[in-house]
């Protein structure tokens, strides 16, 4: 035989003798991809028609530069623009210094095991009650100067703009609380793969102290892994939009937020405003992302000649408390945050500079459980199609990998992060207009779709690693005792995998009630959920309602998770090999 | 009526490199002993067998059982059993169910479990079906994997260096088990190891695969 025909054989052959699986599931990977960027691709594009005056919708189909004239005209837009640099800018540096410095002093000591635990359930944890937690903690009349009314005297709130400061920084704060769980695990988990026990050992022999080996040895091939997760950090801390209501200040109101009023004004012709704004906003992420791309060049090679200076760490004993203390506070700041949204949702009267209420009761819920109420299923409703659809694409997808043996390359990986890397206020407002011209806005399925996007990244990065590294053998035996295609995965990897799949679950669930903008844009405001209710009681400042409801958004995340420790030590707790 | 396994001019090749190619017929009850250092396709070959090769490999050549090619067959249809290093139980199943997995389906509950017992009389660990399997030792397991395997009623056995995870008593205990099932039940045993003493204890023919890497 011709040796191209015969490989062209064999190779039939060995397709022929694989396990072999139904066709469909080659089609998921498309389907997914159109899942998680046709949403992104339609909004960008539907914002870029209406900044140059196209909007169909609104009669409008003349192109024209207005849009963008209107919006350079508005007198709050350098603040606005001001502020989203900074807040992006100040959040993602010190997020990731006080990670890095905590890993760096603390990774493998017992008090770093403490604090791991401490802000692990932290990350699931909606943004829109960590900021509402924090700002009931630092504001005038806050459970912090009520605290402190002893020592200082204070009979009344000080007068002081902490909340909500043109500035920022309570904002720039708010986003540092939330994004240090975030990025401590993402670098825990990029940890495993850069043997960093073997290289502190090294340094460690040479003579380097904890922290400056760390750096010098550890953290480039770790940055070099949480890259990614770092940029999303940076793009949403520029652009979020619920944190900043709460938190940010309101005249002028950031970027992005003022995006949003734009978009929920009752003139159309707004609505070419905001898509100019969103285009503003998107130019200003790249900018950012690109400015901190070349900031890495420069850290990278001051780094190199700071190594080559072979210091071995003078400063270490000042640091490494200093990581502790940092990483301590941020968990603190979420948790005392939370537990006085709690005081405040139990609260009657409470007078300032009380530290407790008079008295705790049911009252407040009582009063609004029946919003309470709808809006949980209607967040529950979204959130487990959002979390169904995720599991189902993203295991099909695995499958497919996993079948045609090839792993996900780092295009892929960008492919993954992408609807996380594309600012909110970027393509939700096109998005929206898009569905609007459809007659498909404040349906509850375009919700769901929407929520997918957001769903699926977090879904892949979760159950992606547990997924590759089950042991292929259990299935080559499965096989051959006779188990089909299904057989195997129902059987055999499905139930194996239970805990890393139940905890997947349980993060989609928490992404998808924490999902703010997307629920208010393409629900139009008629999509109520825990988390957009929560958001829209900021503005009235009733504490009881606000500790209500993000009281309530809370154990929305907090349940699922409880059930996903819980449901495979119960079905596994005869099975010690499932217990790792 | 037992069947020889025949492997008739096997190839395998990655990337134009060959790593395996082998023409030999294994009479039932015969052991075959492919010798050679790790990395050289041993591992492959037995992925060919069962079919489970990964597709970066291309392979050429006919498996049969007797007079059936089995090439082509998906692995569930093959009747192939094998064996790892590792006894890879099942953990989230029963012991007696790890068993019942292997047994062909058909038959009444009663029946299925009650030779599910017998056949853990067999290999001397009665009244185990209710066991967790990640609580025996490790003879314990190795003997429920072949046992499994057995129940599937394979017209051949695989052995991929199945006997190196174990110490060295157990090991010449387990090894002997394997091989005298093996005879008894008349199965043709393709056995790839790196070990000289199970070579010799299978007392078959022997193939050295040294000559792997060699480009084509």
Known sequence: MHPLAQRIVAFGAARVSGLSAPSALGLIPALTLLAMLGPVGAGVLGTVLPAFGYLPAAGLSTLSFDPIIALFDWPGLTAAVRLSATTGLVATSLSLGIVTLTLAGWHGTRPFRMLERLLSPLLSVPHAATAFGLAFLVAPSGWLSRLASPLTGWDRPPDLLIVQDRWGLTLTAGMVAKEVPFLLLMTLSALGQADAPRRMRVAQALGYGRITGWLKTVFPAVYAQIRLPVYVVLAYSMSVVDVAIILGPSTPPSLSVQIVQWMSDPDLSRRLTAAAAALLQGALVFAALALWRAMEFVVARLGCLWVERGNRGVADPVLRPLGLVLGLLSALAILAGLLGLAVWSFAGFWAFPDAMPQELSFRNWNRYLPGILTASGTTALIAILATGLALVLVLGCLESEYRSGRGLTQRGLWLIYLPLLVPQTAFLPGLQTLLLSLGADKALWAVVLVHLVFVLPYVFLSLGDPWRAWDRRNGTVAAVLGASFWGVMWRVRLPMLLRPIVTTAAVAFAVSVGQYLPTLLVGGGRVQTLTTEAVALASGGDRRAIGVYAVAQTLAVLLPFILALSLPAIIWRNRRGLHG | ?216
């Open chain 2, 1 to 216: 009526m037992a069947d020889a396994l025949i492997l008739q001019n096997v190839r395998i090749t990655r990337n134009e490199a060959l790593l395996v190619a082998i023409n030999h017929s294994i009479a039932a009850g015969e052991v075959l002993t492919v010798m050679g250092p790790s990395g050289v396709g041993k591992s492959t070959l037995l992925s060919y067998v069962a079919g489970t090769l990964a597709p970066d490999f291309e392979a050429s050549g006919m498996v049969c059982l007797g007079a059936t090619d089995i090439t082509a067959l998906p692995p569930a249809r093959r009747g192939i059993g094998i064996l790892f290093q590792d006894d890879l139980l099942f953990p989230h199943l029963s012991v007696g169910s790890n068993l019942a997995f292997g047994l062909g389906s058909g038959g009444t509950r009663a029946d299925r479990r009650r030779r599910i017992d017998d056949a853990l009389c067999e290999i001397g660990l009665k009244g185990y079906a209710n066991r967790d399997p990640a609580t025996l030792s490790g003879g314990q397991k190795a003997r429920v994997a072949l046992m499994r395997m057995l129940l599937s009623q394979p017209r051949a056995l695989l052995l991929d260096e199945a006997f190196s995870g174990l110490d060295a008593s157990l090991r010449h205990h387990i090894r002997t088990l394997v091989f005298d099932w093996a005879r008894r039940m008349a199965l043709p045993v393709l056995m790839v190891t790196h070990d000289l003493e199970d070579a010799e204890a299978a007392g078959g023919p022997v193939e050295r695969l040294a000559t792997a890497n060699l480009s084509v």
